[in-house]
């Protein structure tokens, strides 16, 4: 098993959450605010960075959007709504949509004010051309403005998940979208925020500056200039923070690369922030012996996560037995990860008619833009120990995701690894891959689970909410079309004198509080 033993590479989750308290470096209980460098201006490195910096292209990446764009409403700690560009709310009176009712201070660049227009406008585009954000609103059927400061989202029935996720809706300025056009607005894309893009070279680099003669309203920002550069190789990324080339890294996953970066003085932030699965193909699985329940438990069996998270992970990840990250609502701290046993895995494989085990047809669909290679190596290990066999298929981005999708007349193996997050405490991504009514392809299906979600979508009080979470997380345990693993997340890693870097929520934070210090 030395293979997956290897320093795994860098892990592209699809999404992110914000539960669990971060782990930091060792600070002093007693300090004084650093002084502030006469020079503000941060350089950050990441892995890689898209052809377009546009809200349209974005789904949950609120720090990259919010520098030049406002959200409708932003996230406070405890992941509920608070002000954005709307400084209201209500449900409509027969509860099949939001009416926001919007700031009247928020401009332009070219001067021109923020309207209901431009929400909704914002909003329709999003839906006719399946911007990547469209994810985040699958109940809205509609956007209307009432008026020049009130905008109206329409909903197919009762549902709460569109006015969580208005913290990923950053609106577009409409009249200048339609005059430059797409692809001239995605190379300069503009909005209210507190930033102008200054230079962007698609995949390799974005610079923002602060717009000069602008108050923001509501947010006041620190440093004047933020660049962005993508840096495939993370070692390459330490060592321009070593040499202060760089000041701050986002996403490192490789233990051993974390460990030397603090042996080297930097400073380090992590939380939990997505759950690593297999799921179960509901249509690949039909008549094979995976559709017995008992042999789904018998793979939960034969994983062996204490020494995944130990030594594949060097103790950055925590074994994970259901849907519900640590911190999240979803989470049911009663609900442990099954224990290793490989002999309970082959008594329940000979009870099923399965005593010299199987092998799948198909395999493991994975592709090492989304998932860790070496965790899914050991996956696979730990499988061949109980005599089930199932073939590695590996695939390019593009391939693996239009398979999880169904499109392109794809079709997909019985397993299928899949990395969560739950942004919003409602799951919405994820449960965009686990329900019974997936327009695209259903990848499971347990309806007990499918109708409690529905419930909890479209409850209004955070308390009851809560409860029919936590009840589909449990019903979907219980059916368990998935084996949990593992609960990780990225390290970001900084320069001793960034400072202020401390987000409540790891998915929706800005850089307005970061600053540099002497």
């Keep these: 098993m030395d293979a997956w033993r290897i320093a795994f590479p860098i892990l592209l989750v699809l999404t992110a959450c914000a539960p669990a308290a971060p782990t930091t470096s060792p600070r002093p209980?007693?300090?004084?605010?650093?002084?502030?460098?006469?020079?503000?201006?941060?350089?950050?490195?990441?892995?890689?960075?898209g052809a377009s910096i546009a809200p349209e292209a974005q789904g949950v990446l609120v720090w990259l959007n919010a520098m030049a764009f406002d959200s409708l409403t932003r996230m406070d700690p405890q992941l509920q709504p608070a002000p954005g560009v709307a400084q209201s709310w209500e449900q409509l009176a027969d509860g099949t949509g939001w009416r926001f009712r919007l700031r009247d201070d928020l401009r332009w660049p070219d001067g021109s004010p923020l309207t209901a227009e431009d929400v909704a406008w914002t909003m329709q585009t999003m839906i006719q051309d399946r911007w990547l954000g469209v994810s985040n609103f699958p109940a809205v059927t509609a956007a209307r403005a009432v008026d020049r400061l009130t905008v109206d989202f329409l909903t197919r029935g009762p549902d709460v998940s569109t006015l969580?996720?208005?913290?990923?809706?950053?609106?577009v300025p409409r009249a200048l979208y339609e005059r430059l056009g797409q692809e001239a607005f995605a190379r300069q894309p503009q909005g209210t925020g507190p930033y102008a893009v200054v230079e962007f070279i698609p995949s390799?680099?974005?610079?923002?500056?602060?717009r000069e003669g602008y108050r923001h309203p509501y947010r006041s920002p620190i440093l004047t200039e933020v660049q962005l550069r993508a840096v495939?190789?993370?070692?390459?990324?330490?060592?321009?923070l070593r040499s202060g080339e760089l000041d701050f890294l986002i996403g490192v996953t490789n233990p051993e690369l974390i460990e030397q970066a603090e042996r080297a003085g930097l400073k380090t932030y992590r939380r939990v922030t997505s759950n690593f699965v297999i799921l179960v193909d509901a249509t690949a699985s039909r008549?094979?012996?995976l559709a017995q329940k008992a042999v789904r438990q018998a793979l939960s069996y034969a994983i062996d996560r204490d020494q995944i998270a130990t030594q594949l992970f060097k103790g950055t990840a925590v074994p994970m037995g259901q849907l519900g990250l640590p911190g999240a609502p979803m989470h049911l701290p009663e609900l442990k990860p099954y224990p290793f046993d490989q002999r309970r895995a082959r008594e329940l494989l000979a009870a099923a008619g399965y005593p010299n085990g199987f092998t799948l047809a198909g395999g493991i669909?994975?592709?090492?833009?989304?998932?860790?290679?070496?965790l899914t190596l050991a996956f696979q290990d730990f499988l061949r120990q109980i005599g089930v066999e199932a073939k590695i298929n590996r695939w390019e981005a593009s391939v693996w995701q239009e398979k999880l999708f169904g499109r392109n007349n794809q079709t997909r193996s019985e397993l299928y690894p899949v990395t969560y997050g739950d942004a919003n405490g409602l799951m919405t991504f994820g449960r965009s891959l686990l329900t019974c009514t997936n327009s695209q392809a259903v990848l499971v299906c347990v309806p007990e689970f499918d109708r409690l979600m529905d419930?909890?979508?479209?409850?209004?009080?955070t308390t009851q909410r809560t409860r029919y979470l936590q009840a589909a997380n449990r019903a979907f345990v219980e059916e368990l079309p998935a084996v949990f693993i593992i609960a990780s997340g990225p390290t970001y890693v900084m320069r001793p004198n960034v400072q202020g870097f401390a987000p409540s929520n790891v998915t929706f934070f800005t850089y307005d509080e970061v600053y540099l210090s002497n």
């Design 232 to 240: 495939p190789d993370t070692a390459s990324a330490l060592a321009g």
């Design 287 to 289: 008549g094979t012996p």
């Design 164 to 171: 969580i996720n208005a913290a990923y809706f950053f609106v």
């Design 365 to 374: 669909d994975f592709s090492p833009a989304f998932h860790s290679e070496p």
């Design 204 to 210: 390799d680099r974005v610079t923002w500056r602060r």
């Design 455 to 461: 419930l909890a979508s479209s409850e209004v009080d």
């Design 29 to 49: 209980s007693a300090q004084l605010t650093p002084e502030r460098a006469a020079t503000q201006r941060l350089r950050i490195a990441t892995a890689s960075l």
